[in-house]
Nanobody
Framework: VQLQASGGGLVQAGASLRLACAAS????????MSWLRQAPGRQRESVAT????????YYGDSAKGRFTISRDNAENRVYLQMNALKPEDTAIYFC?????????WGQGTLVTVSS
């Protein structure tokens, strides 16, 4: 499975961004898809997860109320809508696919939020 994340960039605080993750090599319909992020000097953090069955969503504390994860199985894509961005959201955002006990990582997209 190859995961290609896109949509990152430099924005001001309060702005919105929509990240996209395009999967190839395998359909994502049965996969639990997640966005994780890694900021310099900080631990990797789970941002949002959406299950394959039922599309149940989970959010990290920092994302609740501001971010929305969604999936389009027909297009084999996952999205992360990020609103009201804060400087502390600055990080590399990774798309992750979990098929049972096997995890696949994308290459990441950089989000930089200026104050």
């Amino acid at each position: 499975v190859q995961l290609q994340a896109s949509g990152g960039g430099l924005v001001q605080a309060g702005a919105s961004l929509r990240l996209a993750c395009a999967a190839s090599g395998r359909t994502i319909g049965s996969a639990t898809m997640s966005w994780l992020r890694q900021a310099p000097g900080r631990q990797r953090e789970s941002v949002a997860t959406i299950t394959g069955i039922g599309s149940i969503t989970y959010y990290g504390d920092s994302a609740k109320g501001r971010f929305t994860i969604s999936r389009d199985n027909a297009e084999n894509r996952v999205y992360l809508q990020m609103n009201a961005l804060k400087p502390e959201d600055t990080a590399i955002y990774f798309c992750v696919a979990d098929y049972g006990n096997t995890r696949y990582w994308g290459q990441g997209t950089l989000v930089t939020v200026s104050s």
